[in-house]
């Protein structure tokens, strides 16, 4: 308050706002990090999982109590020096794993190279990023070695890899960013034991995860995305009702559809890793 007599005065600053060029890198992870990190979504209820907060919360104290430094920056895409990574994470959607044969009940539907091709580039061309197909070829990476056999319930198959080289299904070459997609005829492809009886297994996710190690000792400036068919399978009521009418077909189109939303938000979370990692 001022005193008898006293004037109050306007003080008026002039600021000089300028943007931020540069900032460093902070310790905590990302939306995609946490996305990348099967054992912290695992943890967490089916609500939570699209809270980016919520996960970024308990990412950080995950990584702060289990991790190392090195570690942590395998998962962030460098290797401790700043180096950008070749390889991107494994962005789970979709479950990727089924039986085909005469005793399933609901077998799967497969994408194919060209449905899940169209599904990719449609979303790619969201980021400006245009793909064309098979553009590049990388020589002596590790080929997964894959199995007709079935598949053991609720365990994750450990797949061996073998070098060769890889034919990438789509490239950008003025972004410098490639793709595979992981389909049925791939698993076919390097199948390195088939099955004895009439039901064949596919596990495509752990194929995804075992390509992607292949790939990672790998250098250079591409970025490499690796997706994979979802398979994504029908809930018990949706499965429960088209079997009552007998709609072969209908299943079969409903279950390529969740597949293709699946595949879409695999395509996107790539992307955005890409542009959170500074690549893009």
């Known amino acids: 308050m001022s005193g008898a007599g006293q004037k109050n005065e306007e003080v008026i600053l002039n600021v000089d706002i300028k943007p931020l060029k ?50 942590k920056s395998q998962q ?9 990574a070749l390889v991107a994470p494994i962005f789970e959607h979709g479950q990727g794993r089924g039986s085909f044969g005469c005793d399933s009940v609901a077998p799967p539907s497969f994408l194919s190279e060209e449905e899940a091709f169209q599904v990719i580039q449609e979303e790619a061309r969201q980021y400006g990023v245009s793909f064309h197909r098979d553009g590049l ?17 609720g365990k994750e198959n450990k ?24 389909s049925q005829e791939d698993f076919k492809d390097w199948a390195a034991e088939g099955s004895y009886s009439t039901v064949e297994s596919y596990d495509l996710l752990s194929t995804a995860k075992a390509l992607k190690d292949g790939l990672a000792e790998k250098n250079g400036n591409t970025s490499v995305g690796i997706f994979y068919d979802p398979m994504s399978g029908l809930s018990e009521e949706e499965r429960k ?40």
Not at 159 to 182: C, P, R
């Open 137 to 153: 070829e990388i020589k002596g990476v590790g080929i997964p070695q894959t199995s007709l056999l079935p598949l053991e319930e």
């Open 76 to 84: 962030t895409g460098t290797d401790g020096q700043g180096n950008k």
């Open 241 to 280: 009702d088209l079997l009552q009418n007998q709609d072969w077909g209908g299943m079969s189109v409903r279950a390529k559809e969740m597949s293709k939303e699946d595949l879409k938000k695999q395509v996107k979370d790539f992307l955005e890793w890409l542009k959170a990692q500074g690549i893009m």
């Open 22 to 71: 540069n900032y460093r890198e902070p310790k905590y992870p990302d939306k995609y990090e946490v996305l990348a990190n099967p054992k912290v979504r695992k943890t967490l209820p089916e609500r939570w999982k699209s809270n980016a907060y919520v996960c970024a919360a308990l990412s950080t104290l995950m990584v702060a109590s289990l991790t190392s430094c090195a570690q």
């Open 159 to 182: 797949i061996k890899v073998k070098k060769g080289n890889l034919q990438l299904d789509g490239y950008d070459a003025a972004k410098n960013v490639t793709f595979e997609f992981v």
